[in-house]
């Protein structure tokens, strides 16, 4: 009588234990270890690549960094392009282009054009990478005379900043900018105090070839 109790006993048990387990693994997912990876972009959509802060109305020139950016045409982009010294640019297909002396907009409009006779409805960006054309000259009192490339928007105390600063020596109140054609030169005054204690810039931007004397 034992035998049978038992034997019934196991009969109903081993059956629900596959059961229990089947709706243990149909009832709760699996956790994944990863989530899925993001798709990646498609080849040839603009990649930021930290371009320089300029404005429409910026005049490209010598030396100057440049994006190419040719939608859905990798082939056809360049990601830094120097400008020539002669202030042209290469690119495939349309061979040398005039760049210096014009705004990014006016050389998308340039290449776009040229890229016509080679490609179906191109749409090219130009953007500004490094601004290496334009730059102001440091003579005097300040740490490291000489040229000094200027970016959009930089102060004259900046740009003595850049210069290693002043020296012990300098006359901060007597410091004055020459500009223009040698021999037709205008001289601003500066007050570096001024500036620096204030915020008082003295309504003076720098423009490209700049003397910054300092006595």
Avoid at 132 to 148: C, Q, T, Y
Wanted: proline share 11%; glycine share 8%.
């Amino acid at each position: 009588m034992n035998l049978l109790r038992c034997t019934i006993c196991l009969a109903l048990l081993f059956p629900a234990a596959p059961m229990s387990f089947a709706q243990q693994a149909a009832g709760k997912p699996v956790l994944s270890a990863e989530p899925p990876a993001q798709a990646a972009p498609p080849a040839g959509a603009p990649v930021s690549s930290g371009p320089a802060v300029v404005s429409a109305n910026y005049v490209i020139g010598p030396d100057d960094s440049l994006k190419i950016d040719v939608w859905k045409e990798p082939n056809l982009s360049s990601p830094g392009l120097p400008v020539r010294p002669d202030g042209k640019i290469s690119l495939p297909l349309v061979g040398d282009i005039p760049a210096a002396g014009r705004t990014p907009m006016q050389l998308s409009a340039d290449i776009t054009e040229r890229l016509k006779k080679f490609v179906t409805d191109p749409v090219v960006d130009v953007a500004v990478l490094a601004v290496n054309s334009k730059h102001v000259f440091l003579i005097g009192e300040v740490m490291h005379v000489g040229p000094l490339a200027i970016t959009p928007g930089m102060t004259i105390l900046q740009a003595v900043s850049a210069a290693g600063g002043l020296t012990p020596y300098a006359n901060r109140k007597h410091i004055y900018i020459l500009r223009g054609d040698p021999g037709k030169q205008e001289k601003i005054a500066f007050d570096y105090n001024k500036a620096l204690k204030k915020g008082d810039m003295q309504g003076i931007s720098l423009q490209a070839n700049d003397t910054i004397v300092v006595p």
